[in-house]
């Protein structure tokens, strides 16, 4: 042998040596019950991790004999729990709880935050006298006071001049259960600077109550610069990720990034939080079309901005290949665009942007390969996505588009049938009907169309791939209670819902795992617990798919496991129904 082939033979055993020496330890998990959401082995008792990814999948007589090396082991700590993939929420804004949770809620709905516990005021004496209370116990004065969750149709009427005299000179905003409004006192107004002419500059407000809306809220956003303190919204977006902990959400995508017009300060700022986070969670953004047209920037540029984005990618923190547009406006503010005969008291959804606007920007994303998101509530807006989706498809087919109508709030049932002809996917918001359809019966849109709101069991017939969102905080980051408002199809009062629109539980979990990977563009990876795939696991107390129904919201999550390394859960509840 010549001496080049020794070295070169030397070198090998070297590198062969250097890699077994590197390889990462094997962990085996071991549960009562593993649901796999993988049909060719739906259930196990133990699943092998290592270097973060799963090594296999079964029970434990069967995967010990992988243990090798002295520092690999079985880890027993969830041997009488139910192991699942890491629940994945594909719609959230993280955003929104970073600035929401910096004050106090005060909704229709109960909430569990980790800031306290929120309860529900749902009449207007009730709504006025917890406000009076919150603004009372207000001790910033160099901050106005904000609260979310104002809606008219529980809370009844408070504009502006209803404010001034509750509160006269101490600056008072109430963000709506929307958040696409927001009213004001004067004292705010003028502590923010924003005056008459700003209001009709915009359009989208009324001055006189104090009221900005949709696209109005560009007038505003700028000037609230105090939601933006550094400690302050840091600590805001650490209450975002442990909302998600607390939920045992692993992965979530962010549907909005430039929702306040700086993107690249919302970028690097969830990625600085979740990178120092010690609890793993992984976050995939998504452009914002209203922050590309907001800012002057065109559908070639706007792409330019995605790929620059992109290449400063984490593990943790990615920009997607995912755009969103949006079509109509907000369901909680009555503004979907609805379809003959609309509202009953004759008001009018609106529309967030031109059709020629939306279109230039979707062609553009559409021939780079990129998926697209529609924000759709209303049936007339889903003809629009219909209609476009056409469009595009005409102009250059693909087979594996996936393009996504997001919230699904109303539509017909013709419509499942054309979604599922488009190969469109949906990203439905099942909290809708329950806290929704009661108080949208009696006054928007009468009962027939109320109680048919987010037609998941048309869909689940139909075959439409479809996954459930919580648009948090539109409904709260929690997967289990997403489930039980698709299952059980119950109104906030209490009211039986369809069963024709009921989803079975198998497809309500698949919903918020291996259906929501797929929507994602990630069930390579997520979604799942098979071999090859990221180790990413969400522990609960008890079985979701057998646990009697009304416990479901509230079953305990106990851990979630990113990447192979467990974190447990402080708090076990997280956003459930009163």
Known sequence: MSANRRSQRRLLCLLLLCCASA?????????RLIRTMDPSMPTATAVAVEDGRILSVGSLDALTPLLEDPSDHIDTQFADAVLLPGFIDPHVHPMLPAVLTQFPFLAPDDWQLPTGDFPAAR?????????????????????PFVSWGYHPLWHGALWREDLNQLFGDQPVLLWHRSFHELIGNDAAWSRLGITEQDAIAVGEADWARGHFYEGGLK?????LTFIFEPTRFARGLQNFLEMMHQ?????ALDMGTGIFGNPDLEINSIRAIAEQSPVGVRIILTPLILDFIARGIGPDQALAEIHRWQAQDTPRVSVGNHFKLMLDGAIFSGLAQMGEPGYLDGHEGVWMASRETTQAYAEVMWQAGIQLHAHSNGDAATDWFLDLLDTLQSQRPRADHRTTLEHFAYSTEVQSQ?????????????????????????RWLGPERAFEMVRLGSLERQQVPFALHSDSPMAPLS??????SAVARETMGGRAGLRTQQLSREAALRAVTIDAAFILGREQDLGSIRTGKIADFTVLADDPLTVELDALPTLPVIATIFSGTPHHVSRSSLGARD
């Open 23 to 31: 390889s990462a330890e094997i962990t085996i998990y071991t549960a």
């Open 123 to 143: 009449t207007p004496e009730a709504y006025r006298t917890a406000l009076v209370e919150q603004v009372r116990s207000h001790d910033d004065p160099a901050v």
């Open 219 to 223: 007038a505003v956003a700028p000037k």
């Open 247 to 251: 939920a045992g959400v692993t992965t």
């Open 418 to 442: 054309q979604l599922k002809a488009l190969g469109a996917l949906v990203s439905a918001n099942p909290y809708y009907h329950y806290i929704l359809s009661d108080m949208y019966a009696d």
């Open 479 to 484: 997967p289990l209670t997403l489930m039980w």
